[in-house]
């Protein structure tokens, strides 16, 4: 063959041979010389066609190159319309991952959190709440699926579906095959953020039992005359979801984060075991500082001073729940009783060898605790100086409060013990030794018998609240900061602390779910000390910065008309009933 009059190479007309020449191709010996040595020479089309013809025709089977490599046929989608496929997506982790505090691969900038208790701040979780509430229904409308493994199913030879509660979507099952295969992994796997699988609904009639339905539900069964169905509806959303954004929402209560008066305490001692301030059912504020003790009038705004010690300090004061007596332990281990509407000294009771620091009354019973790890009952109508001895704490008691409905009284002491002692028992009921720090802050519920709440010191900074019917522990929550000391509040179900190390904040919480209603601040040392007023409306805190700091946190008791200005005072004196 003449190779200097051989055209351009054109391939021949059905071939499905592409120009590019390989040297691999096995054929006879003619052609696959001259391909070897064609690698820069040009080659005659007719002479290739000719030889191939000839090839074929002498019943050799050519091989052909395919078009292109092989490769699995991929899916088409469609945009008219989809069928969400949710076989093997667990729904409830690909839900949460939508959340940007969620899904770690999406990385977002980080938000500056609103302080606790702003009501800015509540106004915007319960926002989120409800939208989450909202996309929730909406996705999943009364129930979320969840994929069951297949070796857990009743029956192996069952297909799982997981299909929502909506009659107009079907999804299709999906088929197993029936060569064997090893038992799939009880491991979950890791949820992507593709929560939906989109498939072509023309895909879906081959599938016996699961057509894709050309008509509304509604259709084959006459005219839908349901005004509340989503048929009818022009809202975005399903009826479910109108009702959940039309249903009125509880407004948050406004706490008002400054005190609306403050008044100087000079000399108000820094000392955690210490209790100084109380408030009395005679709307008058008892605060010991230093040697001497005042009395401030809510009602007049007069101070007065009481009394004071001849070579002595306060160490703790209280008023009796119903009359104008007014007790008063010092350093010395004494307990005074005065009349504080007359201002004299009614007697002086001994016993303790070192400083009493917590004093507690159930009508005629004062009780007393002491450094010196004692607890003292006494009878205030009788001359003895005390009526029953309590041994049971190992350091200072530092916290006595009595339950007057159910006759209990609870201790807390430097050695992390809470005891509750049964009326006047010599041997303590409980022992609780769950908290790990001095337990000072110690309150009872006015509102669930039996219910108790105590919070522990800077190593521990936990409220834990008990069941004293049954000695268990109903829950606790963790401050954060030491817990100096606990109210709950006469009107509504909450409770309010005070802080010390690091934050010095007072905060209101709900109870039982323990949201914070609102977070105050403003003293500059430990908040130490805590009273409430008679209505329930007000708390006095008081810290070493030498100062009393006058909150409004609660709101007017409102059943019965109690709480309003002069209604119910002598209804709530029959509160105590003996």
């Not at 400054?258 to 504020?285: C, H, R, T």
């Amino acid at each position: 063959m003449d190779s200097s009059h051989t055209p351009s190479l054109v391939s021949p007309a059905g071939s499905r041979t592409p120009p590019t020449i390989s040297g691999r191709r096995h054929t006879n010996g003619i052609i696959s010389s001259r391909v070897n040595r064609a690698g820069s020479e040009p080659v005659d089309a007719n002479a290739l066609s000719r030889a191939l013809r000839n090839f074929e025709e002498a019943g050799h089977s050519r091989e052909r190159t395919p078009v292109a490599s092989p490769s699995r046929k991929r899916q088409r989608v469609y945009g008219d319309r989809f069928i969400p496929n949710r076989e093997g997506q667990d729904l409830q982790a690909s839900f949460s991952l939508l959340h940007d505090d969620g899904s770690p691969a999406t990385p977002s900038k980080a938000k500056k959190r609103t302080p606790h208790g702003e009501l800015h701040f509540q106004k915007t979780e319960e926002a989120n709440r409800t939208f989450s509430t909202l996309l929730r229904t909406e996705l999943f409308d009364t129930s979320i699926p969840q994929p069951t493994p297949p070796n857990l199913s009743p029956d192996p030879t069952l297909t799982h579906n997981t299909t929502l509660n909506d009659p107009s979507r079907h999804t299709p099952p999906t088929h197993r095959s029936s060569s064997s295969l090893p038992p799939p992994s009880l491991t979950p796997s890791t949820p992507h953020k593709n929560l939906f699988t989109y498939m072509s609904p023309r895909h879906h009639t081959n599938i016996s039992g699961h057509p894709t339905p050309s008509k509304t539900p509604g259709s084959r069964h006459g005219i839908n005359l349901d005004t509340k169905s989503d048929l009818y509806s022009l809202s975005p959303v399903r009826f479910d979801s109108q009702q959940l954004l039309l249903s009125p929402r509880k407004q948050p209560r406004a706490v008002s984060k400054v005190p609306f008066k403050v008044l100087d305490a000079p000399d108000l001692a820094d000392d955690f075991y210490l209790n100084l301030v109380d408030w009395g059912g005679s709307n008058i504020l008892g605060v010991g500082l230093g040697s001497s003790v005042y009395m401030w009038d809510s009602a007049s705004g007069r101070v007065n001073r009481l009394c004071e010690l001849q070579d002595d300090i306060v160490t703790s004061v209280s008023w009796i729940q119903r009359g104008t007596h007014l007790s008063i332990g010092t350093n010395k281990g004494l307990v005074q009783i005065w009349d504080a509407e007359k201002q004299r000294r009614l007697r002086t009771m001994t016993g303790h060898t070192a400083r009493v620091g917590a004093l507690a009354w159930n009508d005629h019973i004062l009780t007393s605790g002491s450094r010196d790890r004692l607890i003292y009952h006494r009878d205030v109508r009788q001359p003895n100086q005390y009526l029953r001895k309590l041994i049971g704490h190992k350091q200072e008691v530092c916290g006595l409060r009595w339950n007057t409905e159910d006759g209990q009284l609870a201790s807390g002491g430097n050695d992390n013990k809470l005891m509750v002692w049964d009326k006047l028992s010599e041997t303590p009921l409980w022992k609780f030794s769950d908290h790990t720090a001095a337990v000072k802050a110690i309150a009872w519920s006015p509102h669930q018998h039996s219910l108790l709440a105590s919070g522990g010191g800077t190593a521990d900074r936990r409220i834990k609240f008990w069941n004293t019917a049954t000695g268990q522990c109903v829950s606790e929550l963790d401050t954060g900061s030491q817990v100096c000391n606990l109210a709950w509040s006469k009107n509504s179900n909450e409770v309010v602390s005070t802080h010390g190390y690091s934050q010095n904040q007072i905060v209101v919480w709900k109870y039982p779910s323990m949201t914070q209603v609102a977070s105050l601040t403003g003293h500059t040392y430990r908040v130490l000390y805590l009273a409430m007023s008679p209505d329930g409306q007000t708390v006095v805190t008081g810290a070493g910065d030498e100062t009393l700091r006058f909150w409004k946190c609660f709101q007017k008791r409102e059943r019965d008309g109690v709480g309003a200005d002069g209604a119910g005072t002598k209804m709530e004196r029959w509160g105590i009933i003996r």
